[in-house]
């Protein structure tokens, strides 16, 4: 729970002016607790704590259509958790080898459909997308369906494996299509359809040529979101140097726009950026070997109804919403 705070408590009885029990034995009269004011502080409480359920880190947590039950999915299994129930989940998937060292895969991340309670999907670091269906088996290690796409062998590099890893998956609202994202790509899937992606959308194509300098300052193994707008038209995911992209998916056209400060102020627009790659360079554009690596846009959300979004750049949270009409603009 999320509070805000503006007052506090002065004058207990029991606890000195540090919070610490007084020795009942001179406390003497009783007095009435004040409030007094003081500057604004928001609170966090948690309402109820989930406890031993997972061994290892948490990736994803997705809320059932039910609204009544959860998952959590670490690298090895994914668990469902009653709203209610805080102390045991139910194991639903177990990839952990009993030899650690065959180990080959991990669950990267997890979501249940948007309408079907016993549908969800969980995407692994080879690339590949399970759909599960809770109705065939209390434990689903045996997948429904496995979206994966062919490798081009002639593409094969040393990297491959890295940048194949599927860092997000989410469901179209419309619950017809499954968003992934990788390193270099976004990928749309029809859930009809398992031999490959239907849309394939160059996020930083340009980045290929860099991949062993990325390597070794470890940003090859970031973790970029991607998500939907309300329509299930356009996708949205992060980049580098305080950049995020939307692809049309009608189009297969792409934007790239900035998250800075100057863009926060009220009535702002966004500006678009492009990337220099080569060609006629324009007035604005960003060379490769320019770009800030430390600036990344990982962490995103758009609103489920309407044209606003959240982007989280580094230490900041920027909310920008469409323009309404001629007096509200982008902001």
């Known amino acids: 729970m999320v ?8 004058g207990y009885n029991l606890k000195d002016e540090e919070g610490r029990l007084k020795d009942i034995s001179t406390i003497t009269s009783l007095q009435v607790p004040v409030l007094k004011p003081t500057d604004l502080m928001v609170e966090v409480r948690p309402r109820r704590v989930f406890a031993n359920g997972h061994t290892y880190h948490v990736n994803s947590i997705s809320v059932n259509s039910d609204g009544e039950t959860y998952l959590s999915a670490d690298d090895l299994r994914i668990n469902m958790w009653h709203l209610g129930i805080t ?16 180990l080959t895969e991990v669950i990267t991340a997890a979501e249940f459909h ?28 045996k997948h429904t369906k496995l979206f994966e796409e062919p490798e081009d062998p ?9 940048i194949s890893s599927v860092s997000d998956v989410k469901f179209s609202h419309s619950g017809r299509y499954l968003l992934t994202r990788d390193y270099l790509t976004a990928k749309v ?28 300052n470890d940003c090859i193994f970031d973790k970029f979101e991607c998500v939907w ?12 140097n305080s950049f995020f992209r939307m692809f049309d998916r009608e189009t297969g056209r792409g934007v790239t726009l900035e998250a800075w400060r100057e863009s926060s102020k009220p009535r702002a627009v966004l500006r678009t950026r492009r990337v220099y790659t080569g060609g006629k360079r324009r007035r ?7 770009l800030d690596f ?19 750049a580094t230490n900041n949270l920027y909310i920008f919403q469409d323009r309404v009409n001629p007096e509200t603009q982008a902001q």
């Open 154 to 162: 002639g593409n094969r590099s040393f990297f491959s494996e890295i």
């Open 87 to 102: 102390d045991r989940s139910f194991n639903i998937v177990d990839i952990k080898p009993a030899n650690m060292e065959d």
């Open 189 to 216: 899937w029809d859930i009809n359809m398992d031999k490959g992606p239907v849309e394939t959308f160059q996020v930083h194509e340009y980045l290929r040529s860099k991949l062993c300098s990325l390597y070794e």
């Open 284 to 290: 604005g554009d960003v060379g490769v070997d320019s």
């Open 3 to 10: 509070s805000e705070r503006d007052k506090r408590p002065e």
């Open 229 to 240: 707008n309300s329509s299930d038209s356009v996708i949205m995911t992060g980049a580098y």
């Open 114 to 141: 948007p309408h079907h309670c016993h549908l969800f999907v969980y995407s692994s670091s080879k690339g590949t997308l399970r759909l599960c269906d809770m109705r065939a088996s209390a434990l689903c290690d």
């Open 294 to 312: 430390t600036k990344k846009i990982l962490h995103m959300a758009w609103h489920p109804s309407e044209n606003i979004i959240a982007i989280a």
